[in-house]
């Protein structure tokens, strides 16, 4: 399977062992601008948290929509989702927890709060850090990388990202070197999705980091794009 984005942009290639199991959805989007986010984010950040805590306190995560499926595609993958959190669970674990979102720039509390809310990992990168095209596959013994606010991420056997130079991203924790940075004007965002939510829940969550991308960075959405 492949995903191609605009003429020379990213292209997304998937190891025949992950079709059937995993879904992508990828976004691509130029001339961002990470200000400081106005007080509306805010207000919606804070509407979907405490909608999630009235919702879902106390409960076991799998009987929270979206939880069950991405721990059960971990499972596919020969994973324990309870030693090696989805991104997006463990985002909801921290405001069930009453810790609310971390802030780190404008474009990661943007996806954060999608992730978050659709419950689907995703990765974000900067697109002037990824060199030539990008594979989808599972880690290789002794793969591993310097992790964001980490020392090093092992991927051995892990659901990972890769470019020419290696892997730089994984539905868990993603590396230093693609990370955003207040220089980041290029973003890449992949998402990590099971196929039994791939219809509408994919659609869905790129449609709103696509709408909070546009109106909170004023960034220009190149190519938004699913295949499963």
């Known amino acids: 399977m492949s995903l191609q984005a605009r003429p020379h942009g990213v292209q997304l290639a998937v190891d025949d062992s992950l079709l059937g199991t995993l879904a992508l959805g990828l976004l691509e989007a130029e001339n961002v601008q990470l200000e400081a986010l106005p007080p509306?984010?805010?207000e919606e950040r804070d509407?979907?948290?405490?909608?999630?805590?009235?919702s879902y306190a106390g409960r076991q995560p799998t009987d929270i929509?979206?939880?069950?499926?991405a721990r059960s595609l971990f499972h596919k993958l020969d994973l324990d989702p309870t030693k090696t959190r989805p991104s997006s669970e463990?985002?909801?674990r921290r405001v069930l927890q009453g810790k609310g979102l971390p802030r780190v720039n404008p474009a990661v509390d943007v996806c954060n709060l999608c992730s978050l809310e659709h419950q689907i990992?995703?990765?974000?990168?900067d697109r002037d850090q990824i060199r030539g095209n990008v594979r989808v596959r599972v880690g290789r013994e002794g793969e591993g990388y310097p992790g964001i606010r980490k020392q090093r991420v092992n991927?051995?056997?892990?659901?990972?990202?890769?470019?020419e130079d290696g892997p730089f991203g994984a539905p868990t924790s993603d590396?230093?070197?693609?990370?955003?940075?207040g220089e980041t004007r290029n973003l890449v965002v992949v998402l990590f999705c099971p196929v039994d939510r791939a219809g509408q829940s994919l659609s869905a969550a790129l449609e709103h980091i696509a709408g909070l991308l546009t109106g909170y960075c004023a960034a220009s959405v190149l190519a938004v794009r699913v295949a499963q």
């Open 65 to 69: 929509p979206g939880v069950a499926e």
């Open 175 to 181: 590396s230093l070197r693609s990370a955003v940075t």
């Open 40 to 42: 509306t984010f805010e």
């Open 121 to 125: 990992p995703l990765g974000l990168y």
């Open 155 to 163: 991927l051995s056997g892990r659901l990972l990202l890769a470019d």
């Open 47 to 54: 509407r979907t948290v405490q909608r999630l805590i009235g």
């Open 90 to 92: 463990a985002l909801l």
